[in-house]
């Protein structure tokens, strides 16, 4: 029986919402295992979160906190931080998303924890990081994507720049925050010493802005919205086939361009002066999307796919979650996955756990804990040792 690539690694999670619970849901997935902290009678919002609902339950918290469990725990209490410092003596990693210096106001601040612990990882998830002008400001994903410029490129030309409508850079927060977790880890098989990951999510979303900034700083070009396709990057764009529909078609690379006009049955455009190359295509962009759209408008979306599919050229349909459900690429690889979920008393359909490891995979064990502090004392009792006294005490002091 293969075991997780984390299997062994403990996981303390603090804070709510999004970015910091989706760091440690995705060392969760590789085998981790994972205590997510909440305050006692303040479950974290995330459980009430999700567009659909049935008997009164949402369904954002079933993919959020599955492979957790839950305690509930007061850190601002004297007895509730000597507890989380027995919890740390005995953890590989915390990841935390409130804003900077809320930990050390509770007198749990890095020097602290590693006091007990000098293998700890505290992960770090804020706005805008831990040190700078702005780093004691609070921050939301949406605010990051703006001010990162990475909404700056969303949209059309001359419109208001819309957002995705998910939070991305909450996303994007979170997986850099596990990956900064995965190499403090490696660093402490060497060392034996933990370190602070400190992750930014407006750093996050600059980070995967491409070439923008040195375009800007040699060129002086602000990359601005371009709609369905990006400027100078030709053909990649969406095309509306005979039905209505939309389909992808992703040809700008020399050899699948190649590829394209053939399958389109017009090898020629290949070697015309105004596709020649990628430089030529960017210029005549508007000239080729024509042509391909033309093409495209004469045929049912899948005659389009399967042409260019069994010709090399990248091409595909644009999915409504419905479809993506139904998806057997996704399906054969694991990808839509049954999360039994206690509340309802039924499994619930969610993305898999990615990437896929041939060795180690990752796993979905549960759909997260129902309800808060259903895991105290398997954790206080069974891992610390606290008694049912000690923890009936703590619950009428309200630490618990």
């Not at 918290?61 to 005995?90: I, P």
């Not at 004691?136 to 969303?154: D, P, T």
């Not at 210029?283 to 010709?311: C, F, H, M, V, Y």
Request: proline share 6%.
């Amino acid at each position: 029986m293969t075991t997780g690539a984390l299997d062994g690694i403990r996981v303390i999670e603090l804070g709510t919402l999004i970015s910091g619970p989706f760091a440690s849901r995705l060392l969760g997935d590789m085998g981790a295992e994972v205590i997510k902290v909440e305050l006692p009678n303040t479950p974290d919002p995330l459980r009430t979160w999700g567009q659909a609902e049935l008997d009164g339950h949402h369904f954002f918290w079933t993919v959020h906190a599955r492979n957790k469990k839950a305690v509930t725990l007061d850190l601002r209490k004297e007895t509730g931080r000597a507890l989380f410092l027995d919890l740390v003596a005995q953890s590989d990693i915390i990841v935390e998303n409130f804003r900077p210096g809320t930990l050390e106001k509770w007198d749990l601040g890095y020097e602290v924890l590693r006091e007990r612990n000098k293998g700890i990882i505290l992960v770090r998830v804020s706005g805008y990081g831990q040190t700078g002008p702005d780093a004691g400001k609070a921050g939301y994903a949406s605010v990051a994507e703006a001010s990162s410029g990475l909404r700056h490129m969303n949209g059309f030309p001359g419109g208001p720049p819309p957002r995705l409508a998910l939070s991305l850079g909450d996303s994007l927060a979170g997986m850099f925050a596990a990956q900064g977790a995965l190499a403090a880890l490696y660093r402490r098989t060497v060392t034996g010493e933990g370190q602070i990951v400190d992750t930014a999510l407006t750093e996050s979303c600059l980070a995967v802005q491409e070439s923008t900034i040195p375009d800007y700083d040699v060129g002086g070009v602000v990359r601005g919205p371009s709609g369905t396709r990006l400027e100078g990057i030709a053909p990649s764009n969406i095309y509306q086939s005979a039905n209505g529909s939309w389909v992808v078609i992703a040809a700008n690379q020399d050899t699948v361009f190649r590829r394209l006009c053939a399958a389109m049955g017009s090898p020629e455009l290949a070697t015309d002066e105004r596709f020649v190359n990628h430089v030529a295509r960017g210029r005549n962009q508007d000239e080729l999307d024509k042509i391909i759209g033309d093409w495209a408008a004469t045929r049912q979306p899948e005659e389009i796919i399967d042409t260019l599919s069994r010709a090399g050229v990248i091409s595909g349909p644009i999915n409504t979650v419905a479809e993506v459900v139904r998806d057997p690429q996704l399906r054969a690889r694991g990808m839509i996955a049954d999360h039994f979920d206690e509340r309802i008393g039924r499994n619930v359909k969610g993305p898999g756990v990615v990437p896929v490891l041939s060795e180690s995979p990752g796993t979905i064990r549960n759909a997260g804990p129902a309800r808060p502090g259903q895991h105290n004392d398997e954790v206080y009792g069974g891992l610390l040792g606290r008694s049912a006294q000690e923890l009936e005490a703590l619950r009428s002091e309200g630490v618990l």
